[in-house]
C-alpha cells in the first residue's frame, strides 16, 4: 500500500477507533459501578450479535491502526529496511487481528 493508502487508512481507523472507545469506556463504567462479575458480563454478552459486531469493528479497526504507527516508529527509529518494517508490521497486525477475533469469539460465542 502507499504512504498516502496507509495515511488514510489510520486516519479512518481513528476515526472508528474514537466513538469505539469511548462507548467501551463507558460500559467498562457502567459494569464496574454497578457491582457486575465477570459471569454477569459474560452471560450478557453471550450471544449477542450486537456487542460481536461492535467488538469485531473495534479489532479491526486496532489491527488496522496500531501497525500502521508502529511501522512508523520502525522505519523512523530502527536502522531496519523498508522492507523488514512492512513485514513486522503486518505480522503485527495479523496478530492483534487474530488475538482480537479470538477474544470477540470467546466473550461473544463461546
Known amino acids: 500500500m502507499s504512504e498516502r493508502g496507509l495515511f488514510l487508512a489510520q486516519r479512518l481507523s481513528a476515526l472508528l477507533l474514537g466513538?469505539?472507545?469511548l462507548?467501551?469506556?463507558a460500559v467498562i463504567l457502567y459494569a464496574v459501578r454497578n457491582g457486575?462479575?465477570?459471569g454477569e458480563i459474560l452471560?450478557?454478552?453471550h450471544g449477542s450479535a450486537g456487542w460481536g459486531l461492535f467488538y469485531?469493528?473495534?479489532v479491526l479497526a486496532a489491527s488496522v491502526h496500531a501497525p500502521?504507527?508502529?511501522r512508523n516508529v520502525l522505519?523512523?527509529?530502527?536502522?531496519?529496511s523498508k522492507g523488514t518494517v512492512d513485514a513486522l508490521a503486518a505480522l503485527f497486525g495479523a496478530f492483534l487481528l487474530v488475538l482480537g477475533a479470538r477474544a470477540?469469539?470467546?466473550?461473544?460465542m463461546a
Open 23 to 25: 462507548v467501551h469506556l
Open 36 to 38: 457486575l462479575t465477570a
Open 68 to 70: 500502521i504507527g508502529v
Open 56 to 58: 469485531g469493528l473495534f
Open 19 to 21: 466513538p469505539l472507545v
Open 75 to 80: 522505519a523512523e527509529w530502527t536502522p531496519l
Open 104 to 108: 470477540v469469539f470467546a466473550v461473544v
Open 43 to 45: 452471560a450478557r454478552t
